[in-house]
């Protein structure tokens, strides 16, 4: 039966979901818009089975065709990212980053990773999270001046510390990480060094930002941001991984399953098998590039509005903006470009002094506005209006029947 028919209040409330996305302008940079046939699997037959352990050893019956399913994701997988093995079980990034912390570390065992409120990312080690519960995390800073990495200061912590693993990756730092020196770093202690590049898997599939391949151990990742596929999660074990530790592949299925999950959710691995396909398309580096051409031009019209931008720009697809010289909040800028159909995410700057419920930022991006085909000239209008209506919230309502008429010419691919 159809949905309409059989549950017409939640047919209701997609229905309205999709308006808004459609009718909007989706800058939160961890989103974007998946592709028909991304969906077309995701919502499909392969929803329905149980398919615990991994090909050729299920503790389910009747799984021959999830096998070869499996076992093509792997392989688009090993061929996109450069790597000898992959597990493409994890549900999302941050059960794919706890069956890594299960994988090579005790309880108690020290970490390293980027500060949450300086561009980490939960699983990295905060205080909240079972990273920083189970743990014990150092978190490593941004120089308090350019809010770059300070790579001595990495250096620093970790000869003084010894933490057994540390992480390389973020979710609002807007330059290039380089892999290379983290991996000096790691191996003058002997650490185990995995680079979660959730942000950034997309622009290094599409060859736009370097690869950690070289340099780390294990390189986790979510599959939904700039990749553009389902939600869900990976985890990856490189050459040099492997030559430190010939059993981290074992320990980390292990620790997918049976040690953190049960049954695999099969459509999304699939789903997961069909995004992977498409990154690896001349179309998607040509995307890959575009998103970042975006960013790029989105920072230097901001720029010429006085925003003050983290970092004074960008290098890859997202933008962190200190408000605090716009004399508004990030709670309040965020709520505002809402109105006005400008979807971005208030965010902590580092070193803010404000609550993280109301923090002096917002963080932006462009993966979504690139995959429906809008390009620098779009990115004008929309650093024109940004402007427009954070200093002058009266002009919310003309801005929001302006961002509908851009839309209707950028529809969503599906
Ligand atoms: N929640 C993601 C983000 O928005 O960056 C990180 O996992």
């Known amino acids: 039966m159809k949905l309409e028919k059989q549950d017409p209040q939640l047919a209701k409330l997609m229905e309205l979901e999709e308006e808004r ?73 941050s059960p794919a980053n706890q069956a890594v912390y299960l994988a090579v570390l005790n ?66 730092y807007p330059r290039v990480f380089d892999f290379k020196r983290f991996g000096q770093i790691a191996d003058s202690i002997g650490a185990y060094l995995a680079a979660d590049i959730a942000h950034i898997a997309g622009l290094i599939a599409g ?78 580096k040509r995307y890959a590039a575009l998103i970042v051409k975006n960013a790029k031009a989105l920072a230097a019209e901001l720029k010429k509005y006085g925003f003050n931008l983290i970092t004074g720009g960008t290098d890859n697809h997202l933008i962190l903006i200190d408000l605090r010289n716009k004399n508004i909040s990030g709670k309040d800028a965020q709520e505002l470009l809402e109105e006005a159909g400008i979807t971005v995410n208030k965010n902590t700057i580092p070193y803010d002094t404000a609550s993280p419920f109301n923090p002096s930022g917002i963080r932006l991006g462009t993966p979504a506005l690139t995959t429906r085909g809008m390009k620098e000239k779009e990115m004008k209008l929309i650093a024109l209006w940004i402007n427009e ?20 010419k950028f529809p969503l691919p599906h």
């Open 21 to 93: 996305q459609r009718t909007a302008l989706e800058m939160i940079p961890s989103e974007n818009h998946s592709s028909s046939s991304v969906r077309e699997v995701l919502g499909s037959v392969l929803t329905d089975k149980y398919a615990e352990g991994y090909p050729k050893k299920r503790y389910y019956a009747g799984l021959k065709f999830y096998d070869e399913i499996e076992t093509l994701c792997q392989k688009r997988a090993k061929k996109l990212f450069k790597v000898p093995y992959v597990n493409v079980q994890p549900y999302s990034g």
């Open 207 to 284: 060859g736009v930002h370097p690869s950690p391949v070289d340099y780390v151990h294990i390189i986790t990742t979510t599959t939904h941001k700039t990749l553009r596929g389902p939600r869900g999660g990976m985890i990856m074990v490189t050459e040099k991984g492997l030559k430190k530790d010939p059993e981290l592949p074992i320990k980390i299925d292990r620790s997918v399953f049976p040690g953190l999950q049960g049954g695999p959710h099969m459509n999304q691995i699939a789903a997961i098998a069909v995004c992977l396909k498409e990154a690896s398309t001349p179309s998607f």
């Open 389 to 408: 209506v954070i200093s002058n919230p009266k002009s919310v309502k003309r801005i929001r029947e302006q961002v509908r008429k851009l839309t209707k």
């Open 107 to 172: 309880a108690s065992d020290t970490t390293m990773g980027m500060s949450l409120p300086h561009g980490g990312h939960l699983t990295h080690g905060w205080k909240v999270n079972f990273s920083g519960r189970l743990f014990n995390p150092v978190l490593y800073p941004v120089d308090e001046k350019t809010h770059l990495l300070d790579y001595e200061a990495v250096e620093k912590l970790a000869k003084e510390n010894k933490p057994k693993l540390i992480w390389v990756g973020a979710t609002a």
